[in-house]
């Protein structure tokens, strides 16, 4: 059974990089079909998909957040990575690491891919 475990430090300054890093066990990151995700949830408010990087490497974004996002992958360690630039703290909030079942990148941007989670790590924004 695929486990996801999110890394990283849970507070960042403001106009800083805040970096996560999601390592997987049970699976490889590089099968086929599988989309690995970032979503966040800001304390109040509903979870936001931010972005994924695909079995092939290649990445997508949501349009709000990808002039900061970048995601990237380990595959020797079977892990991916986000990176937010420019932090505020609009930013704070529950960030979780995901794995999304899809034949197309079109289902995970949508929201409709088959998900399974991380169990999430507080980041906090803040001097």
């Known amino acids: 059974q695929v486990q996801l475990q999110e890394s990283g430090p849970g507070l960042v300054k403001p106009s800083q990089t805040l970096s996560l890093t999601c390592t997987v066990s049970?699976?490889?990151?590089?099968?086929?079909?599988?989309?690995w995700s970032w979503i966040r949830q800001p304390p109040g408010k509903g979870l936001e998909w931010m972005g994924a990087?695909?079995?092939?490497?290649?990445?997508y974004y949501s349009p709000s957040l990808k002039s900061r996002t970048s995601i990237s992958r380990d595959t020797s360690k079977n892990q991916f990575t986000l990176q937010l630039s420019s932090v505020t703290p609009e930013d704070t909030a529950v960030y979780y690491c995901a794995r999304d079942e899809a034949r197309e990148s079109s289902t995970v941007v949508a929201g409709s891919a088959r998900r399974y989670w991380g169990q999430g790590t507080q980041v906090t924004v803040s001097s």
């Open positions: 990087i695909a079995y092939s490497g290649s990445t």
């Open positions: 049970g699976g490889s990151i590089t099968t086929n079909y599988y989309y």
